[in-house]
């Protein structure tokens, strides 16, 4: 889950002009000053992810490092107002009064924190709702082929499927909403997320989806790591059809500060059990990288990684093994405009047979997806989103191969 770290908007732009009027800490040589600015690094990644006790441990040190170092000493007093210090940071700010001779611009930054006060640790919040209306080709995922077979050699039956499970279209009327809200002043986040899709014909096939959970970043070294823990329920028609727990951890190596590129190892583990299926329920594991570049207006993300997914021992076609990749690219159009265009793939391959006797093949499953996506903003807060979806499900079991295409208009509204 991604959210704007509200602190680093307020303090990199005070940064960046504190160093460009030179008024930073001079230079230090060898390992010392790299150290130094390792520390300084750290700091600013904490103040980026919202953890501000983090950020204030790692400034105070680096003032303790190098007490010329004016930035790490504004920093700090800032955060020490956000946290509520108002005796400490008002301590700070007059020490970089008589130590530094700040220009203006400084000047007037400390000026309006104390005109403004410092209130203490105010939990931050953000909202967006959904409403879209959408075509689907085939809402059942009914097979592309009416034609199967069951059992093998001479006792092998051909048959043809029922029209109901067969591709059926409509159109349908989603509403989502997202809530996330932080929970501590060291960067954890808490969220709630609601999907409700309402088709015009085919109710059976209405879903609502409720998803919460909490996430909270911590730095090791000059690593970030992030995890995340959810739980999830998803309703088929009126019944409860599928509940899940997850555990995710996203870690990210240190990269030269100007380099484009960042990367991440990325693992989870789920757990999915089904109401109303027996032997579906199963354990999955999915481990993996993502490699994200960004070049001008144009962002690209990139993923790849291994599954495992152990079911019971009653389960269809036993544990399966796969692997998936996906890519998305974001590009910035004119009018604030944002195009995006992106491609996943999943492939599953089963242990043994689906089910000896009927379907005496293993299971071979293989998903792509396209996906084709503008934003439009309309006005502050406000914007249109029209996407449209191809997927295509490609099976060696005839039943289950199946096509669909989706065409989807969307308004959004979020907070700030």
Known sequence: MRRTAWIAL????????????????????????????????????????????????????????????????????????????????????????????????????????????????????????????????????????????IGSGASRLDLQLAPEFLPQHDQYTLLSADYARDLTQNGSVGFVQLR?????????????????????????????????????????GSQLYQKQAQVQARLTPPLPASERFRFSFLTSLSRVQYSTLVNFDSNTIETGGVLSYQAG?????????????????????????????????????????????????????????YSPGLIDQVRRQDTQLWRAAITVPIKPQHEVLIELREVRNNENISIFQYNSHLLQVSWRWQSF
Request: aromatic share 8%.
């Open 297 to 353: 207006k144009t962002l690209t993300q990139a993923s790849a990684g291994y599954l495992s997914d152990q079911g019971g021992s009653g389960r269809l076609g036993g544990d399966r093994q796969g692997w998936f990749a996906n890519v998305q690219t974001q590009v910035r159009l004119p009018h604030d405009m944002t195009g995006e265009l992106g491609w996943s793939r999943q492939r599953w391959l089963n242990d043994s047979a």
């Open 196 to 236: 409700a899709r309402e088709n015009d014909t085919l109710t059976r096939y209405n879903t609502r989806s409720l998803r919460f959970g909490v996430e909270h970043p911590w730095r090791v070294g000059n690593w970030g790591l992030r995890g995340t823990a959810s739980f999830s329920f998803l309703t088929l």
């Open 10 to 149: 307020r303090i990199f732009p005070i940064v960046l002009v504190f160093c460009a009027s030179v008024f930073c800490a001079p230079a230090m040589a060898g390992d010392t000053r790299l150290a130094q600015q390792d520390l300084y690094l750290d700091a600013l990644h904490s103040i980026s992810e919202g953890r501000a006790n983090d950020a204030s441990d790692a400034l105070t040190r680096m003032i303790e490092l190098e007490p010329q170092h004016a930035g790490a000493w504004l920093d700090l007093a800032i955060i020490q107002c956000e946290l509520g210090h108002a005796a400490e940071a008002e301590r700070l700010f007059e020490a970089i009064e008589s130590r530094f001779s700040p220009p203006p611009g400084i000047q007037e930054v400390i000026n309006r924190h104390r005109a403004e006060g410092c209130k203490g640790w105010q939990p931050r919040s953000q909202f967006s709702m959904a409403l879209a209306r959408g075509i689907d080709s085939n809402v059942n995922q009914g097979a592309s082929s009416p034609n199967f077979s």
